[in-house]
């Protein structure tokens, strides 16, 4: 059996390899989806199954291996083959062809309305907390924000316009890229939370993505090197969380610190390299536990724009709070096992069959990013979806999907109250 669990761990790897390549290629927001699930689960999955590192056994390794091949091949028969028409760039050069968005007033509102969106989620993080120097991550963690609040009206224009820093990059204005990009590192620095920091690695991959048109050996090198630094930054806000508050980790923050902090948590398995044991503790245990088998992520995305107390009962649960209470964690405690194992606990051995669904989605996704007039929209949707697919690949399905759903409609209502100002017709 340990020969069938390296060979299936071996299939597993490539087939996942061989769909991220082919995005890459396709120049897809998808990318990065396939890169986290890469990063996430196929290669250390295929570690696990060689070296043994996590306590299951072969066969549950190899259920795991070929769950994830059957959802991949599915997802490649309904995958459609067409590139993304995302941007066309003049010569070599990261520079897109004159947009008539730029320079205009429409733009100038965008800017402004991230910008006080990310001041607006800091001050009132600042207000609850008495002053910068007091904020920790468990302190933010603890504002309750409401479901249609002024501050969850910011988070979720934040996002939306998280992709003005590439806009601006490929339109020749640098200052205002760099504003940007140092407006979401301070916000990582306040809250500490990591998913805030992806909009600031989702601009450089993304440069990275936009310019490939055939896959060649420093492509697969600078890969690696790019996942590698990641994972650090990654982890490393991980451990400046533990710090406390800004004032302790100011006075104790060392890189010795961060560096031994890391380390502990790679060799403990500890963070997002380990979220997968909990896909194979669900295999093992046949998903016998309380939410499972029911799709309740697929209803909750189905329903996303309806708040859970006006469903009358028909929104469920989020999902993930089901998986965190499978594992033992207390309540309110959620678990995201990467998007195999989101799939897997919502269909059982049915969910192969989400590879089909993820794979139209993906198309969808293209076809709304190509069908955009203007390289605007094309550039703000194609960075808020390649956002929440890094969610969603982590296993944080809804709240990934939920991001990109409302920033969509966010940009549509805008495009339709605010075309005439930016004199587009």
């Known amino acids: ?121 800091v001050f009132g993080i600042l207000r609850s907390n008495g002053g910068i120097l007091n904020t920790s991550w468990a302190s933010v963690r603890g504002i309750r924000t409401q479901y249609l609040s002024i501050q969850a009206l910011a988070n979720r224009l934040v996002f939306t316009f998280s992709g003005l820093s590439l806009y601006f990059f490929l339109t020749n204005r640098r200052r205002k890229t760099v504003i940007v ?38 492509h697969i090198v600078f890969g690696m090197l790019g996942a590698v630094l990641v994972i650090y930054i990654v982890y490393a806000i991980r451990a400046f969380r533990w710090l406390g508050s800004i004032s302790d980790a100011i006075n104790n923050f060392s890189w010795h610190y961060i560096n031994t902090t890391v380390m502990r948590f790679l060799s403990e398995r500890d963070g997002e390299l380990g979220l997968r044991q909990h896909f194979y503790y669900y295999i093992q245990n046949h998903n016998n536990f309380e939410g499972f088998n029911r799709g309740y992520t697929l209803i909750r995305m189905l329903m996303v724009y309806i708040p859970s107390r006006f469903s009358f009962g028909l929104k469920p649960q989020s999902f993930d709070l089901y998986m965190g209470q499978a594992i033992g964690m207390a309540a309110g405690g959620s678990m995201h096992p990467t998007l195999f194992g989101d799939c897997f606990g919502n269909f059982y051995w049915f969910g192969i069959w989400a590879g089909g669904l993820w794979a139209g989605f993906a198309n969808f996704i293209d076809k709304l990013i190509s069908k955009q007039r203007y390289s605007f929209f094309k550039i703000m949707i194609f960075f808020l979806s390649s956002y929440s697919y890094v969610v969603m690949g982590r296993g944080s399905v809804y709240n990934g999907f939920e991001v990109l759903a409302w920033g969509v409609l966010i940009l549509r209502i805008i495009k339709v109250f605010f075309i005439r100002l930016a004199n587009v017709h």
């Open 1 to 121: 059996m340990e020969i069938i669990s390296i060979v299936l761990g071996i299939l597993q790897f490539l087939i996942i390899g061989y769909i991220l390549c082919k995005e890459v290629v396709k120049n897809s927001s998808v990318t990065f989806l396939w890169a986290t699930l890469f990063v996430m689960f196929g290669f250390p999955h295929l570690i696990t199954t060689i070296t043994h590192d996590l306590p299951y056994s072969n066969t549950i390794l190899a259920e795991a291996s070929l769950f994830v091949i059957l959802f991949c091949a599915i997802y490649i028969l309904f995958r459609k083959k067409l590139k993304c028409n995302f941007i066309q760039l003049n010569s070599r050069k990261f520079e897109i062809e004159n947009d008539l968005v730029v320079g205009s007033l429409f733009e100038h509102i965008s800017f402004v309305l991230l910008i006080l969106s990310v001041l607006g989620l």
């Open 181 to 218: 990009l140092v407006l979401f590192t301070g916000l990582v620095l306040v809250t500490r939370n990591r998913v805030q920091i992806i909009p600031v690695l989702t601009f450089f991959l993304s440069l990275y993505i936009i310019k490939v048109s055939k896959i060649k050996i420093r």
